[in-house]
């Protein structure tokens, strides 16, 4: 029987092991020069370490350790558990080698990649989805289960990653996605379940000290491991793919957009540029607390609209809403700041 100390545990421990490794990350990227300095999309005051996602991952090992011993009814949870940690250790690795060297995008894409089907090895797959026209599930075959588990995983942690322009954007917004999850998995009676996003929760607390304006420190290559994180755990959890997209659904709609413009522009999707919201919001004069308040305001609501809705069909009207409303601000600001010929790309 799981109790509430078990819950305490999982926070507290992600919560002190990212307060303790912090500060050190922010010692060794210094003496190391890992460091971000003002220029391009980028443009912050000083030079800023940007290792964050050194102290996320043995933190969010450790909670989960911690409450290794909580019994678990379903057999497979843990095996798919064993899983994410190891992509997510993947991406640790792989996003501390981008931070020192400043890896090609192509190379962060295979990290990514390697990542993922590590994770589906062990069974972290979507093979169920929850119909909105229906109370009915629908199972698809193998052939289609792996791309789309493939695209879910490497797009929630490219998403989480292009989020990170802002101090305590991504960290943010990953915090209260991993409540949401939380109280979702707790509500529907998978309370070991639970444990994984209480766990990312507490690390993103623990960050948010060192990240929020004026940041001390970036997350780096841990703005991967925060997104490909809440990714699988949304997965482990019963494929609660829909909840997930709710709470992150206007940086995804921000990407589709980013990729689409890119791409009329003849230029590859992996571009850098300022055309994200937050920048565009920057750009038009907005104050970094203002986009926070934004931003997390947004996937707030959207969380809760996934968890107090009734119908699945309300959601998905709820999506198309945020997608358009999302689709008319980018539009709206970028011919603010660039002109009719631009914006209209």
Known sequence: MISAGNYAIAFAVALLVTLLLTPASIWLGRRLGIVAVPGGR????????????LALYPALLAAVLATRSVPRTDPGEWFRVTGMLLGVGIIW??????????????????MLALAALVSIRFDVIIELFNSPFSNQQIKVDWYLMLPITLAWLIGFGTTMNLLDGVDGLATGVTAIASAILCAHMLRLGQGTVALLPLALLGCCVGFLVFNLPPARIYLGGGAYLLGFALGAMAIIAGAKVATALLVLWVPIVDVAWQVRARLRRGQSPSTGDRGHLHFLLLDAGWSTWRILALYWGVTLFLGLSGLLLPSRLLKLLVLVAFAIITAIGLALLARRRDGPSIAGD
Do not use: K, N, S
């Open 42 to 53: 980028r443009q912050h005051q000083g030079r800023i370490v940007r290792i964050g996602g």
């Open 93 to 110: 690795v792989g996003g501390l080698l981008d931070d020192r060297y400043e890896l090609p995008g192509w190379a962060q894409a295979a």
